[in-house]
């Protein structure tokens, strides 16, 4: 396997110790079931990975010393949107290795957001999510990069990446130290973003009180918030009494139990 060698520009930096264990056991016990993909670099006589890299390093980790290979001939451009839509799913992936990749093929094809989007198939959302991780405070962005999928997730990364730098720095020893889920580090930085908006709090809605009869549905509404049940039928007699002097003259009011005029 002399003349087979990574990808120097692979988006996988790292390889993830249990998992590549376990995947170098396979190929130890079952030979390679999955040809890796390569392409032939004639300047240099070489045949480079394209796709398959952790199942290589599994393969000279287990002692093989041939494997089974898918011989392609790419455009550069290619290459690296192969490697991140495969890439893209696994867990193990880190964030910031994901988000450097789409900024190279961005940065290569002056792809705009949305062109990045169709060509990997993902939503443009998502794609925004992973390249504003790299608009994070070049020193916070190293210190982030050192717990990144460690004690720091993707939703963890994506929630502190929306704060301004004081509040990343701040929010990553948080997380850190506590070993906060993603969930309550959303809630935090939800919390200050709001707070640092001067964002306030909607006001409570008026007391409101609804009446269904026959024929009519009659609704009293306040323009205070703690008014009581007392307070609607008082408003409700008021409403009543105005009622019966807005009335025409000839209108008679009959109150239950009182006897209609002959």
């Keep these: 396997m002399v003349r087979i060698r990574p990808d120097p520009t692979q988006p996988r930096k790292n390889l993830d110790s249990d998992s590549q264990r376990d995947l170098t056991n396979s190929v130890r016990q079952l030979g390679l079931l999955q040809p890796i993909t390569v392409r032939y670099l004639a300047e240099e006589e070489v045949y480079q990975i394209i796709s398959g890299e952790r199942r290589y390093q599994a393969s000279v980790a287990a002692g093989l010393r041939e494997v089974p290979c898918w011989i392609q001939d790419p455009e550069d451009h290619e290459v690296l949107l192969r490697q ?21 093929l961005r940065d290569a094809n002056q792809y705009s957001q949305r062109q990045l989007a169709e060509v990997t198939g993902k939503s443009e959302g998502e794609i925004s999510k992973f390249l504003a991780l790299l608009r994070m405070d070049p020193a916070i962005q190293q210190e982030a990069r050192e717990h990144a999928g460690k004690e720091l997730s993707r939703r963890h990364l994506y929630a502190v990446s929306a704060l301004d730098s004081e509040g990343q720095r701040e929010i990553i020893q948080t997380v850190v130290e506590r070993k906060l889920s993603a969930e309550d580090t959303e809630k935090i930085v939800a ?72």
């Design 191 to 262: 919390t200050r973003k709001a707070t640092r908006s001067g964002m306030k709090r909607p006001p409570a809605p008026p007391a409101r009180f609804t009446y269904s009869t026959t024929d009519a549905t009659v609704t009293v509404t306040f323009r205070r918030t703690d008014a009581n049940a007392s307070d609607a039928l008082a408003a409700l007699d008021d409403a009543r009494r105005q009622a019966v002097e807005r009335a025409e003259p000839e209108l008679v009011i009959h109150r239950p139990g009182q006897p209609k005029a002959a």
């Design 84 to 104: 991140i839509v495969e890439n893209w799913q696994r867990a193990d992936l880190q964030p910031f290795e994901l988000a450097d990749a789409l900024a190279r």
